[in-house]
């Protein structure tokens, strides 16, 4: 249970504000994180959504790089691009002690989330039984949100432990 130390961030501006060249460097680390070689979940193997494809790209890669409610019209997300490499150590790392980990339903949906509150950064996978499916993962800019889940948080320990 060390600590997990986190990658440095991909900016754009390393790319020269090139949004397309800088896409095509984000899709490479997922590609690289997700497609050839994939997490490991508490020695339980990860899946994609590849479908349907965006632009070309798996379905996962849109939910960790773009932000929106509304499916077909998320933006790309600068916040969760810089963050990229995130997702693989902390899923990989997830008995870390910086780490909190913890299950919730969200309807008929058995989800995992791995958070770690000095980065403010947020995993969450998708628990279907055979497999672990990652949904999204994102920067926490809004400290309620914070709150809400340290509370969440804390609830599901009380629970796992009484």
């Known amino acids: 249970m060390n600590d997990l130390i986190f990658p440095n961030l991909i900016e754009l501006s390393a790319f ?11 899709y490479e680390i997922f590609k690289s994180d997700f497609v050839i070689q994939k997490p490991i979940f508490q ?20 939910h960790f790089t773009h932000s929106g409610d509304i499916e077909n019209e998320r933006v790309p997300d600068l916040r969760r691009m810089e963050r990229i490499r995130f997702p693989k150590p902390m899923i990989n790392s997830s008995y870390s002690k910086n780490l909190k980990v913890w299950r919730n339903k969200r309807g008929t ?18 628990d279907r039984k055979n497999y672990i499916l990652p949904w999204t993962a ?4 809004h ?20």
């Open 16 to 26: 020269d504000g090139n949004f397309e060249k800088y896409n095509a460097a984000v």
């Open 43 to 62: 020695g339980k193997r990860l899946n994609l959504k590849s479908h349907p494809y965006i632009d070309n790209k798996e379905y996962t890669y849109y």
């Open 109 to 126: 949906k058995n989800r995992i989330l791995i958070f770690c509150e000095k980065e403010k950064y947020l995993v969450i996978l998708e």
């Open 138 to 141: 994102y920067y926490l800019e």
């Open 143 to 162: 400290d309620n949100r914070i709150k809400k889940l340290r509370k969440e948080y804390e609830k599901y320990i009380k629970t796992e432990t009484a």
